[in-house]
C-alpha cells in the first residue's frame, strides 16, 4: 500500500512489483493513479479490500479475490469506481459487480494493445465467475474491443438467470474450462474461440459461436435437436449443448 501511494505522489508514476506473494487486507483499500501500474511478476496479490484503477491495463499478474475482496474499475458516467470482479459468500446481482462469486476466484492480467482502454487480456484461472444480471452492472454488457478472455480447465463462465455478455470490436473468449448459460452447459467439443451473445432471458438461452481449426461449427445438439449458433432457444432445465462440426471451414459465420 505505501508503495503505491508512493508512486501515486510521484511525477509520472510508475510500476510498482511485488516482491513476494502478499496480501490486501480489508483495511487496506488502495487506488492506483492513471499512470500508476501493479505488477505482481511471479508472484500473486490477494484481495480482500477494494482495488481500483483507471483501467485494467493497470493491473498486471496473479490476483486472487476473496472474503469482500474485489477489483474496481473507473466508470465516467458515475464519477467514481464500480465493481469489476468481486468475491464473496453472500454476493448476489445486489453487489452490482460486473462478475462475482461466492467463493474465491483468481484470475491473470496481461498487457493489451487496443484503441478501447477499457479492453483486457484476461485468464479466469480458477473459481465461478458469474455474469451479473443487475442493470446496474452493465448488463447486458459487452467485452471491450480488442479484449481476451481466457477460461482455464479450472475456471467457470456463469451467465446467470437473465444476465447477458457479448463481444465487441474483435473481443475473442477463449474457453478451456466450462461456459454456462443460464440452464445450458455448453460444450465445445474441440473448439475453443468463442464469439457472440451470451444470454439467457427468463429460460431463454442465445447461442454463441464457436470456432474449430478446419471445421465449421453445424450447430449445438441437445442429442436431439441442433440449433444453430446465433438462434435463441428455450431452456426449462438442465442440458448440455454439445457442438457439432462438419470437415472443411466455410467462413466466418458471426
Known amino acids: 500500500v505505501k508503495a503505491v501511494e508512493k508512486a501515486n505522489e510521484t511525477e509520472g508514476g510508475g510500476t510498482v512489483n511485488l516482491l513476494v506473494n502478499a496480501v490486501l487486507q480489508r483495511s487496506e483499500k488502495v487506488a492506483l493513479d492513471g499512470d500508476v501500474s501493479l ?21 498486471i499478474g496473479e490476483f486472487v479475490m476473496k ?52 479492453a483486457y487480456d484476461m485468464t479466469l484461472i480458477s ?7 443487475s442493470s446496474n ?22 451467465v446467470i438467470t437473465n444476465a447477458r455478455i457479448r463481444t465487441t470490436g474483435g473481443a475473442e473468449i477463449y474457453n478451456d474450462g466450462k461456459v454456462v448459460i443460464g440452464n445450458a452447459t455448453l460444450d465445445t467439443n474441440g473448439g475453443r474461440l468463442m464469439k457472440g451473445v451470451f444470454e439467457d432471458s427468463s429460460g431463454r438461452v442465445s447461442l454463441p459461436f464457436v470456432y474449430r481449426d478446419g471445421y465449421t461449427l453445424s450447430g449445438w445438439s441437445d442429442g436431439v435437436t441442433t440449433f444453430l449458433a446465433g438462434a435463441t432457444i428455450d431452456v426449462p432445465q438442465a442440458v448440455t449443448l454439445t457442438a457439432q462440426w462438419r470437415i472443411g471451414y466455410s467462413g466466418d459465420p458471426y
Open 39 to 59: 505488477n505482481t511478476d511471479n508472484y500473486s496479490l490477494i484481495i480482500k479490500t477494494s482495488a481500483s484503477v483507471r483501467f485494467p491495463s493497470q493491473l
Open 67 to 118: 472474503e469482500g475482496g474485489g477489483i474496481y474499475l473507473w466508470d465516467d458516467t458515475l464519477g467514481d469506481y464500480k465493481p469489476f470482479i468481486y468475491a464473496r459468500k453472500t454476493a448476489d446481482p445486489s453487489c452490482d459487480s460486473a462478475f462475482f462469486s461466492n467463493d474465491s476466484v483468481t484470475i491473470k492480467l496481461q498487457p493489451v494493445q487496443s484503441a478501447d482502454r477499457n
Open 127 to 133: 473459481g465461478e465467475f458469474k455474469v451479473n444480471s
Open 137 to 158: 452492472s452493465g448488463n447486458p454488457h459487452r467485452i471491450p474491443g480488442g479484449s481476451k478472455l481466457t477460461i482455464s480447465k479450472n475456471a467457470t463462465l456463469n
